[in-house]
């Protein structure tokens, strides 16, 4: 960085190269580090690096058939059960009360 505070592309190219550094070492590639450093723009004189020999792929396992799972049987819906309607109560009409009979007035008799 200069005084000024800006950046130069020596600084940013530095910058690139230690976060590819970083990458390929978390992907645990220790081989590709060295090869990193030799495409870096400012490395003067690139050493060849020594290629590692190919691994065997390993055989693809077989995927197991997944288990088919039961279906469940479908239970029998209960049948609602019926309500028993109340009987309506009888409401007891009122005995009818008794008029007085009109009681006789008596006559007077001619004097």
């Not at 090869?35 to 060849?48: E, G, N, Q, W, Y």
């Amino acid at each position: 960085m200069t005084p000024g505070g800006t950046t130069t592309p020596e600084d940013t190219q530095a910058v690139v190269d230690g976060m590819y550094d970083t990458f390929v070492g978390m992907l645990g590639a220790p081989s590709a580090v060295p090869a990193a450093a030799a495409l870096r723009r400012d490395d003067p004189d690139p050493t060849p690096t020594e290629t590692p020999e190919p691994t065997a792929t390993p055989e693809p396992t077989a995927t197991p058939d997944p288990t088919p799972t039961a279906t469940p049987e479908p239970t029998a819906t209960p049948e609602p059960t019926a309500t028993p309607t109340p009987e309506p109560t009888a409401t007891p009409t009122p005995e009818p009360t008794a008029t007085p009979e009109p009681t006789a007035t008596p006559t007077p008799t001619p004097t």
